[in-house]
Nanobody, 123 residues
Framework: QGRLVESGGGSVQSGGSLRLSCAAS????????AGWFHQAPGKERERVAY???????VYADSVKGRFTISRDNAKNTLYLQMNSLKPEDTAIYYC?????????????????WGQGTQVTVSS
């Protein structure tokens, strides 16, 4: 069974940076969509960024130019570098991986989820 474990969350001041990591075991990121989602209190979970099967990156408009998603296949780890953080970025961040060759845009394609890591940005 695939398992994803996030790390790297924490508390920072506005304008600060954090890097999230997501180590996979039991599955590899090869030929899968791999992405980051977040859920703020009282809000639905939203997609932040993902890599498709070809390595193409897609970002939510709210994080473009500030966040960078990347993947290290040798370490089987997904990353999210978050710069210029804002208070509205405060949320629990989850990494996820899709079934092989599944559509990245379909919610049912993402069966593998991490436990989540809290990111808190203070003003």
């Amino acid at each position: 069974q695939g398992r994803l474990v996030e790390s790297g969350g924490g508390s920072v001041q506005s304008g600060g940076s954090l890097r999230l990591s997501c180590a996979a075991s039991g599955i590899t990121y090869t030929n899968r969509c791999a992405g980051w989602f977040h859920q703020a209190p009282g809000k639905e979970r939203e997609r932040v960024a993902y890599l498709d099967h070809y390595g193409t990156t897609v970002y939510a408009d709210s994080v473009k130019g500030r966040f960078t998603i990347s993947r290290d296949n040798a370490k089987n780890t997904l990353y999210l570098q978050m710069n210029s953080l804002k208070p509205e970025d405060t949320a629990i961040y989850y990494c996820a991986a899709s079934r092989p060759f599944a559509s990245c845009s379909a919610s049912a394609s993402w069966p593998y989820w991490g436990q989540g890591t809290q990111v808190t940005v203070s003003s």
